[in-house]
């Protein structure tokens, strides 16, 4: 059974950092694209980051490039997001998702709060 593990996330200020981690068991990930997504109360679900299997293809949304950093460890089956320089904007629920490019495996973590305050 699949399952995704995330932690790091929190309360900071603005300007702060935190870096968030998503652990995923059950099979090996190598091939899978990692992403992140954010959701704030009464929006819609934000793409924020992804890193493909290999690690060679990485994108970011607007609001976050330049500020977050995405990465991936294969051997622990884990992707980060390293946050700086954050904003009072940035708070959401942040949910990190495993997909395999051409198949319906597709797995999310359930949310990491990450609160800034002003």
């Known amino acids: 059974q699949v399952q995704l593990v995330e932690s790091g996330g929190g309360l900071v200020q603005a300007g702060g950092s935190l870096m968030l981690s998503c652990a995923a068991s059950g099979r090996t990930f190598s091939s899978y694209a990692m992403g992140w997504f954010r959701q704030a109360p009464g929006k819609e679900r934000e793409f924020v980051a992804a890193?493909?299997?290999?690690?060679?293809?990485?994108y970011y949304g607007v609001s976050v490039n330049g500020r977050f950093t995405i990465s991936r460890d294969d051997v622990k089956n884990t992707v980060y997001l390293q946050m700086n320089y954050l904003k009072p904007e940035d708070t959401a629920v942040y949910y990190c998702?495993?997909?395999?490019?051409?198949?319906?495996?597709?797995?999310w973590g359930q949310g990491s709060q990450v609160t800034v305050s002003s």
């Open positions: 998702r495993f997909r395999r490019p051409g198949t319906l495996y597709d797995y």
């Open positions: 890193i493909s299997g290999s690690g060679g293809n990485i």
